[in-house]
Nanobody, 126 residues
Framework: QVRLVESGGGSAQAGGSLRLSCGAD???????????LGWFRQAPGKSREGVAT????????YYHNAVKGRFTISQDKTKNAVYLQMNKLAAEDTDVYYC????????????????WGQGTQVTVSS
């Protein structure tokens, strides 16, 4: 099973930016082949929602309507890393953000992702 580790969370003012990073432990890729990587977020008492995902080796990218035009997901294949650049942050972006991988599905539905990072807190103050 591949292991994912997030970093880059923290605090920002509304209108500011943060960049999240997710590193994948590639030593386990021989037993797990990721098809899709992405970012999700979850507030206390709420279900986990997809923020942005992309299909590895393909061109399909998915964004939650609330973040289109503000957030950008990208990958550095040489570092086996996935990034989420978050611009024009708003208070409603405050959540715990999770990096996730799926070996069979790509989209914004969290139930189909089977590898998860530990999460990183993002807090936006207005």
């Amino acid at each position: 099973q591949v292991r994912l580790v997030e970093s880059g969370g923290g605090s920002a003012q509304a209108g500011g930016s943060l960049r999240l990073s997710c590193g994948a432990d590639t030593s386990t890729y021989s037993t797990y082949t990721p098809y899709c990587l992405g970012w999700f977020r979850q507030a206390p008492g709420k279900s986990r929602e997809g923020v942005a995902t992309f299909q590895l080796g393909g061109i399909d990218t998915y964004y939650h309507n609330a973040v289109k035009g503000r957030f950008t997901i990208s990958q550095d294949k040489t570092k086996n890393a996935v990034y989420l650049q978050m611009n024009k942050l708003a208070a409603e972006d405050t959540d715990v953000y999770y990096c996730a991988a799926s070996d069979h599905y790509c989209g914004l539905n969290a139930i189909y992702f089977n590898v998860w990072g530990q999460g990183t807190q993002v807090t936006v103050s207005s």
